[in-house]
């Protein structure tokens, strides 16, 4: 088993930062994909960013160039640097661990985002 857990978000003003964290525990393979998905009221969940075990990143078109996904694999951990928040920034995101082996997905509990207008 996997066990996801996520810490950051809260509530921020227009044009601020925050920053995700995000450790996976348990039986991690080395070959998997990390990355948050995100869900506001009355939306569809969306991916935000992902990255591999290699590096390659992913960004959704309304966070590139706002939104910074790391990671580091020896600690199983990712981070999402997030600036210049927008009000439709606002959502509950969750953060995830894919294993490219089995493709099952392991999230974490989902952390608040709110950005006021």
């Known amino acids: 088993q996997v066990q996801v857990m996520e810490s950051g978000g809260g509530f921020v003003q227009t044009g601020g930062s925050l920053r995700l964290s995000c450790v996976a525990s348990?039986?991690?393979?080395?070959?998997?994909?990390m990355g948050w998905y995100r869900q506001a009221p009355g939306k569809q969940r969306e991916s935000v960013a992902k990255i591999t075990s290699g590096g390659t990143m992913d960004y959704a078109e309304s966070v590139e160039g706002r939104f910074t996904i790391s990671r580091d694999n020896r600690k199983n951990t990712a981070h999402l640097q997030m600036e210049n928040l927008k009000p439709e920034d606002t959502a509950v995101y969750y953060c995830?661990?894919?294993?490219?082996?089995?493709?099952?997905?392991?999230w974490g509990q989902g952390t608040q985002v709110t950005v006021s207008s």
């Open positions: 995830y661990s894919k294993s490219l082996m089995t493709a099952r997905y392991y």
């Open positions: 348990g039986d991690v393979l080395s070959n998997n994909v």
